[in-house]
């Protein structure tokens, strides 16, 4: 048997082929050039099956597509509050080269030109060279695509040729006293990770990337910290999309980042990443048939990321209990905050006794660290009212987090304060 996913992306790519709106971005004159019949999606799964359809293998630059991967590396290195007193995470609500600061003259999110500028220039540490950076980006952008990424050489000297407006700030941010390093510096090296050339395939993995919270599905190397993928996406979802970053939300509602060249990025956590390509762009400078590939997608394979989720209620199964004080929980699914609530509940309804009860994990995939701190507390509290608590924990689900019991209880507010 073929799987029908791979139908699915050819019907569409199909779907959206006949679309001629829009307009290829003209201000780099190396873009102007781009072949605007040039479609292309991929599909990247949590285990590294990749899925492509239309011109895969059709290269074509980074640009802003770049900004979401250098900022992970500003926050990897320099960590969230550094990287924050240059850079803030409000949507601008204007273009994406507009001098956007806010009142302490911070850039005002970095998925803009002047705040992914000033981003570029954290990546790595103080130590770094110019030239050091650039290799550090690339290094760094190549373990989130899992292959040697390039440079389009001739894309990089032709937006040097008009990039006075980025130059300017650069500059502005370094009036301001924020930027790391030389105005030129940050200007070219942003204006090289912008040139960095990659296919619908190396998106799609790069999405997925952050869609793992951070581990390449394909190299299954960490890339970054959990958070920073946390972090990335959700700045993804509020200012992502240039300045229909609400509507995008709404309609389709997966993180994602487009850039000039005609590239969609999406990354939805725990699900896919996601690459299209097509060049010619809307007003907003999205891409039109990106835009039009990503609604379908998420409507037809419901992956809106406020889609809710099955009740929670499914979480704890059919539970029995004999004559002879023996009694059976049952949980299944991801023990979240809300389905260990309600295995909590569970427990609270068996009164104080001497009752064997069996708590049975086999059917639970994971157990967030937030889940286990309460359901661990949970069996303590029933051995402490004198029951016999016996866990049924084949894949040692819960083994992985079991620690010293009396510690828990203090532990627990600790513990919910940093999840
Ligand atoms: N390199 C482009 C610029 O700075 C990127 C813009 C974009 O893709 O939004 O103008």
Redesign the pocket.
């Known amino acids: 048997m073929r799987t029908p996913v791979f139908d699915l992306l050819d019907q569409l790519v199909d779907s959206c082929q006949d679309n001629r709106d829009g307009q290829v971005a003209q201000?780099?004159p190396e873009l102007a050039d781009a072949d605007p019949e040039k479609l292309a999606l991929a599909l990247c799964t949590p285990d590294g099956r990749v899925y492509t359809s239309g011109d895969a293998e059709h290269e074509f630059t980074m640009?802003?597509i770049s900004k979401p991967f250098t900022y992970a590396l500003a926050l990897r290195d320099r960590g969230l509050d550094r990287v924050l007193q240059s850079v803030d995470v409000e949507p601008s609500g204007n273009a994406?080269?507009e001098i956007s600061l806010d009142s302490r003259g911070r850039a005002k999110n970095p998925m803009i030109?002047i705040g992914a500028i000033t981003t570029y220039a954290l990546a790595g540490d103080d130590d770094m060279t110019a030239g050091d950076r650039l290799e550090h980006v690339l290094d760094g952008l190549s373990q989130f695509a899992g292959r040697e990424l390039s440079v389009a050489e001739d894309v990089y000297q032709s937006?040097l040729s008009t990039?006075w407006r980025?130059l300017a700030l650069a500059a502005l941010m370094k009036g301001n006293d924020l930027l790391v390093g030389e105005p030129q510096d940050a200007m070219h090296g942003?204006?090289r990770a912008?040139a960095i050339n990659v296919d619908a395939r190396d998106v799609a993995v790069m999405g997925m990337t952050l869609a793992t919270g951070g581990v390449n599905p394909l190299t299954k190397k960490r890339v970054i910290p959990q958070w920073v993928a946390r972090q990335v996406l959700s700045v993804m979802t509020t200012c992502g999309m240039?300045d229909s970053a609400g509507d995008w939300l709404s309609r389709v509602g997966i993180p994602a980042k487009s850039?000039?060249?005609g590239g969609v990025l999406g990354a939805l956590p725990g699900q896919v990443g996601i690459g299209a390509f097509s060049p010619r762009l809307d007003r907003f400078?999205n891409s039109v048939r990106g835009v039009k590939i990503y609604e379908r997608l998420s409507h037809q394979l419901g992956l809106h990321i406020m889609n809710t989720p099955a009740p929670s209620i499914e979480a704890v199964g059919q539970r029995s209990h004999t004559s002879d004080g023996y009694r059976l929980i049952d949980l299944q699914g991801r023990l979240t905050f809300a389905t260990a609530e309600m295995a909590l509940r569970h427990f609270q309804a068996i009164p104080p006794g001497r009752d064997d009860v069996v708590v049975d994990f086999s059917l639970v995939p994971a157990i967030p660290r937030v889940g286990a701190i309460m359901i661990l507390e949970g069996l303590r509290r029933l051995r402490a009212d004198g029951h016999a608590v016996i866990l049924v924990d084949p894949h040692g689900r819960v083994e992985q987090h079991e620690e010293a019991d009396e510690t828990i209880a203090t532990r627990i507010v600790d513990a919910l304060d940093d999840v």
């Open positions: 201000y780099i640009q802003s994406f080269n030109n937006e990039g980025n942003y204006t912008c240039y850039g000039v060249s400078g």
